[in-house]
């Protein structure tokens, strides 16, 4: 299997295109050039050369949310500044129900992909999941539906999933988030567990996954995605995995100033990098993410150069 480039090595994931551009527009490289990264790129540049100086080979560019559609000369901006400077683009979407898993979720993620001549595609799925006081509800069968939409659309080897970081811990029985993703390990290239460490690990984890503190220590970003990728692989998932970081404050996180440590105490601490096949970031940037601190941390921890899995 050969996996799509959008789905290799270091990158990000970008919330909103305009927002993310807006937030380095006045970028200093510093290996020079102009702020905002000038004229090049257009004005995706100041991101763009961000990326580059971040060692990004990859950015996954959202086209919808459950709320519809995003900004198209803004989202097609990001992505012709990306593709033009050579990094690899995957669109992405969120879709909240399973009812709707059709109408806004394949019939979008085609549409958007097509207009932004997209061959890859990663769908947030996160069964149980509350938003606007409704909790995402899937079924096996709307979800294997959806799936098989993406993967006759895109292929297998170009489709992952974004998902819990420990199913265990969302298995509520009305929308099982382990078995559905069972479900559809043969049908996706790759999953992206979204190891956002807050403070984690704590009690729930080490309950659910019969993990150790010893091993896996308490409120430590290093420990929470080595026991992410290891709660995974005991669920019985051989699907290679793309880890999604925390680069963002507010949401019940700790303040900025402490997940700037955590982005660099990671970034120069963890070790495992053969266990997976590619690393990011939630999220690029705009409000309370990726802090001017943070691009530094990773700029100065070369995740572009780590030794990540083939596969």
Not at 101 to 116: H, P, V
Not at 140 to 157: M, S, V
Request: glycine residues 12%; neutral net charge.
């Amino acid at each position: 299997m050969a996996i799509h480039p959008a789905f290799r090595g270091h990158g990000t994931f970008c919330y909103l295109a305009k927002e993310t551009m807006d937030a380095y527009r006045k970028y200093q490289s510093p290996n020079g050039g102009p702020p905002g990264g000038g004229s090049t790129w257009q004005g995706a540049g100041g991101f763009v050369q961000a990326a580059l100086d971040m060692g990004m080979s990859h950015v996954w560019v959202r086209l919808f949310g459950d709320e519809g559609k995003m900004d198209q000369a803004a989202t097609k901006m990001l992505v012709d500044g990306l593709r033009g400077a050579g990094i690899n683009v995957a669109g992405w979407g969120y879709t909240h129900q399973g009812a709707s898993w059709k109408s806004k979720g394949l019939n979008w993620a085609t549409e958007e992909s097509d207009r932004y001549a997209l061959d890859a595609f990663v769908a947030d799925l996160e069964p149980n999941r509350t938003l606007a006081g409704t909790k995402s509800k899937w079924t096996q069968a709307q979800l294997n539906d959806y799936i098989a939409g993406l993967t006759q659309k895109f292929g297998r080897d170009n489709v992952g999933v974004s998902a819990w970081p420990v199913l265990k811990i969302q298995n509520d029985p009305a929308s099982p988030s382990l078995s559905l993703m069972r479900g559809i390990a043969g049908g996706v290239a790759m999953f992206a567990p979204q190891a956002y460490w807050m403070k984690y690990p704590t009690k729930i984890h080490y309950q659910e996954t019969g993990f150790s503190r010893e091993e896996y220590p308490p409120d430590n970003p290093e420990a929470f995605v080595r026991l992410v990728v290891d709660a995974w692989r005991a669920d019985g998932f051989t699907n290679p995995l793309v880890i999604t970081g925390q680069a963002y404050w507010g949401e019940n996180a700790p303040p900025k100033s402490v997940m700037e440590a955590k982005i660099g105490a990671f970034a120069s601490g963890f070790r495992e990098w053969g266990k997976i096949v590619g690393f990011n970031w939630w999220h690029a940037g705009g409000s309370k993410a990726m802090s001017d601190a943070m691009v530094q941390a990773l700029i100065a921890g070369k995740l572009g150069g780590k030794p990540y899995a083939s596969a």
